[in-house]
């Protein structure tokens, strides 16, 4: 392995059969290949989601901030009240993008690392009357916090609002069944828990939100409206020929593969995005037993700790240039990100196909052990033991 890798919370390794797709002269987006590969991603969607058949996956091109306008953009009209569930950097992005629409924002905080409880998330909720929707990230890559999706759709729904999550650092990797948990819009990005090259924004949305978009008194700018999409999605997954906007041609063959390798995916008797959700715990119960040996910490509380990153303080006496020392060694990781703290702690991101390659978590946790203790210590060596038998 002679490039570095890439170990960050995304953009991530993607397998040799993703930039094989990837990698061809730029097809036509009516082209036969374009129709079949954006109709069956579209249908392996609802699989990934764990969605129910007449919920709406979308495919559009760009980063994982344009579903986040988009989600924002087709639910919420000036003067509606929504609660944001605050647990880091991305949240905070939520509220702005939702205070721009002009909506009565509600903030919903816990301590970094950590989350707000279901009584404080609960209040907030009654004390804000009629509330539209209720947004939260599942994981906030700038924190490594991971919420339980089950509290916030069970209280959402107890008070009539719809929810939102924000996927990107979880979907395909944290357990999230979208009918089972009556969610209404999931969305990602492509290049971090998928496991995909940068580029896409996927969603999937319920009949429910579909609904409210057309109740909107004012339609939202076109290219994230939903509507403008539907014609399209709805002629992709008949494998007919449409035109709105042109999508992005190669990622959609990138998609399709991607997405196959997640359903094809299995591990111990699990099979498909179940498998997937199992094989990323088990990666993080092992890094994390291996950060222990090199006497590192997380900076999120263990009941909330993301299975897709780790989010370490930098141990006594060390700073930034620990990032630096590990990129040295072959291995590409990332700073702090959470605006008061982001001096204090690096991040590693352990999802998509770098879960499924031993060799690439063996090398991540020799970097790191030797950027702290030199070559040949001790607790390299027994961080890796302990990797070697969690994997
Ligand atoms: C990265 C990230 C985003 C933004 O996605 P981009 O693709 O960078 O626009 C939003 N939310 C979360 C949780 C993220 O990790």
Redesign the pocket.
């Known amino acids: 392995m002679n490039k570095k890798i890439l170990m960050i ?2 953009p991530v390794e993607v397998s040799p059969a993703v930039t094989e797709a990837f990698s061809v002269a730029p097809p036509s987006h009516l082209a036969p290949q374009v129709l079949e590969a954006f109709g069956a991603s579209l249908e392996m969607m609802r699989q990934v989601w764990r969605a129910s058949a007449d919920s709406q996956p979308f495919i559009l091109a760009g ?4 579903f ?1 306008d988009s989600a924002a953009a087709n639910l919420v009209a000036p003067g509606d009240t929504v609660v944001v569930v605050e647990t880091g950097y ?1 949240s905070q ?1 939520t509220a702005e993008i939702l205070r721009r629409l002009q909506a009565r924002v509600i903030i919903v905080e816990a301590a970094p690392g950590q989350v707000p409880s279901r009584e404080e998330l609960t209040l907030a909720l009654e004390r804000g009357g009629d509330v539209r929707a209720v947004f939260a ?5 700038s924190t490594g916090v991971r919420v339980d999706p089950a509290v916030i759709t069970a209280v959402a729904e107890a008070h009539g609002a719809l929810t939102v999550f ?5 979907t395909g990797a944290e357990d999230f069944a979208m009918e089972a948990l009556g969610a209404d819009v999931y969305y990602t ?1 492509s ?2 828990a998928l496991g995909l090259p ?1 580029g896409l ?1 996927l969603a999937v949305v319920s009949p429910r939100a579909l609904a409210r978009r057309r109740q909107l008194p004012h339609p939202p700018p076109i290219y994230v409206d939903w509507e403008s999409w539907l014609p399209i999605m709805h002629a992709y997954e008949a494998r007919k020929p449409s035109y709105f906007a042109t999508p992005a041609t190669n990622h959609i063959l990138a998609l399709e593969v991607g997405l196959r390798e997640i359903l094809d995916d299995t591990l111990n008797g699990l099979h498909g995005v179940e498998a997937r959700w199992a094989r990323h715990q088990r990666v993080a119960t092992a890094l994390r037993a291996a950060w222990s040996l090199l006497g590192l910490q997380l900076i999120s509380h263990a009941s909330c700790t993301a299975r897709t990153l780790s989010a370490i303080r930098y141990p006594e006496g060390r700073d930034a240039t620990l990032v630096s020392a590990i990129g040295e060694r072959g291995v590409v990781v990332a700073g702090g990100l959470y605006p008061t703290l982001k001096d204090t702690y690096f991040r590693v991101g352990h999802m998509g196909y770098a879960t499924t390659q031993s060799p690439m978590l063996e090398q991540t946790v020799r970097a790191v052990g030797e950027a702290l203790f030199g070559e040949g210590a001790s607790q390299t060596e027994a961080a890796l033991q302990a990797l070697a038998q969690g994997l």
């Open positions: 919370p995304g980063s994982g901030t344009l986040m991305f992005r990230t599942h994981v906030d890559t924000d996927g990107v650092c979880a990005g290049q971090k940068a924004a």
